[in-house]
């Protein structure tokens, strides 16, 4: 289960789209930056889901392209059996966005899930519009097309929002091996939420604002799931689960028009909230992720606010397409990573078994895990009103001032890259972005320290098996 927002640049303040959300999924979580490559005209990728997945599959191969694009995004160790590493999307240096949500088909349409499906799954597919797509939707027609020519592996259904400055796209992938899928077009008077992925009434042919393929509406009255008779054809009540749009969005989506309608609009702090309030966010969120949709001088300058866990707990910190590395802290570690609960930082046993290597470097364990950290802090303050009133001040606070420095840094690297110091712009992002992670993990490790040292000495560590958390409206 995830959560993603788009809102449009007509309703902010700076003019400018946003997309936000979050992936939730309890294992490790990391942030990746991603090279341009190019490839060889015979390369290929393997995709879709093995046997061991929980709607099992047949892993095959597909042509690669022969670039693919730079773009940096967060990676997670386990879902449902989808072969690692997965991923729910992230941004590319064409200015694309992409996030991943589930939206489930109904049940018919699992059912008929063949055992031997094939085709790309749902991280394979929000990584190769990220590799891809120039456009949103461009990233929407890739998948259509990889879906017809490829097929589709699915858990049961899922959907996409992908964005880029112009507009935005809610695409839904169905369960059912018939090669169906729908989008709907969002643009810049829009607030849409998903939590799930969900489409309502769509037209009887494709336009503007739906696409979908031919044999969509076809396909469900051949299989009983829609009488053409009744009129317009509504997605979720004919094809995903029939409930409609949830509780949790609703309200969402209602609090953020309210936002909008000031004179003042939507700022970078009610994105940031839109993601963070204790109403949405809690321990199933694994990271949370704000995306600013515009188009600066440089590519190499475009950027995610990106937190290591839920961002109610933890700030969100500005990472750049042109940055070199991630901060050690916010890489790969072997906290909550699948598999490395069977595996040693020694290689005695590499050539009968590599499996039983661990697949985290030995130098980047010994660093502080940010998700094994923020983890702590999140749970301190959930067991205390006080702390929790402390952290969220303090990380709010912490989010301002490094929104007061960042134009700063934009603009030093801006100078850089017009002046041709392509290298020392790239090294001048990397170390702004590192230093505010930095600070982050260090601020987050004295909180805990300071929390646990409270709570402990007040008798007041929650040792119980029911965890306590504020109340989420979903």
């Given at each position: 289960m995830s959560y993603?927002?788009?809102i449009g640049r007509n309703l902010t303040r700076d003019g400018i789209a946003y997309i936000a959300g979050y992936g939730d999924e309890p294992s490790s979580h990391w942030l990746g930056v991603h090279p341009r490559q190019t490839h060889a005209p015979d390369a290929r990728i393997t995709v879709g889901v093995g046997a061991e997945a929980d709607m099992p599959g047949r892993r095959t191969q597909i042509p690669q392209v022969s670039e693919t694009a730079r773009n940096i995004r967060v990676s997670y160790s386990y879902y449902l059996g989808v072969p690692a590493p997965i991923t729910n999307g992230g941004l590319n240096e064409y200015g694309v966005a992409v996030r991943d949500i589930w939206s489930s088909s109904c049940q018919a349409l699992v059912a008929m899930t063949p055992a031997d499906q094939t085709g790309p799954n749902y991280s394979d597919l929000a990584r190769?519009?990220?590799?891809?797509a120039r456009t949103a939707r461009e990233g929407v027609e890739l998948i259509g097309q990889l879906i017809a020519e490829h097929g589709y592996s699915t858990y049961g259904g899922n959907s996409h929002m992908i964005a880029d400055p112009d507009e935005a796209w809610v695409i839904i992938e169905f369960a059912g091996g018939r090669k169906l899928w729908v989008a709907e077009r969002l643009g810049p008077d829009d607030i849409r939420a998903s939590r799930p992925g969900h489409i309502g009434r769509i037209p009887t042919e494709p336009d503007d604002t739906f696409l979908f393929p031919p044999h969509l509406i076809r396909t469900a009255v051949e299989l009983g799931l829609h009488d053409p008779a009744t009129g317009q054809f509504d997605v979720n009540t004919v094809l995903g689960d029939g409930k409609g749009r949830w509780e949790g969005v609703t309200w969402i989506e209602t609090e953020m028009r309210a936002?909008?309608?000031?004179?003042?609009?939507?700022g970078l702090a009610d994105v940031f909230w839109s993601i963070s309030t204790e109403w949405l966010t809690g321990d199933t969120a694994g990271y949370g992720q704000v995306v600013?949709?515009?188009h600066p001088r440089h590519d190499a300058l475009r950027m995610m606010w990106h937190a290591p866990i839920g961002p109610g707990m933890a700030p969100l910190v500005p990472v750049f397409l042109g940055q070199s590395s991630v901060h050690d802290g916010f890489v790969q570690h072997r906290y909550l990573t699948t598999g490395e609960s069977a595996r040693f930082m020694d290689d005695r046993k590499k050539e009968k078994n590599p499996d039983t290597v661990s697949q985290v470097p030995q130098g980047i364990e010994v660093c502080d895990s940010a998700v094994y950290q923020f983890k702590r802090l999140m749970h301190l303050a959930y067991?205390?009103?006080?702390v929790l009133e402390e952290v969220c001040k303090h990380w709010r606070m912490f989010e301002e001032n490094m929104t007061a420095d960042l134009a700063d840094a934009c603009r030093i690297a801006e100078v850089l890259f017009e002046a041709g110091e392509h290298r020392l712009a790239s090294s001048h992002l990397t170390k702004a972005s590192h230093g505010w992670l930095d600070k982050a993990l260090r601020d987050c490790i004295a909180l805990v320290n300071s929390a646990y040292t409270r709570?402990?000495?007040?008798r007041a560590l929650n040792k119980s098996l029911t965890p306590l958390a504020p109340h989420q409206k979903w």
């Open positions: 993603s927002i788009y190769l519009v990220l590799e891809r936002r909008a309608a000031r004179p003042e609009k939507i600013p949709l515009h067991q205390d009103a006080t709570l402990e000495t007040a």
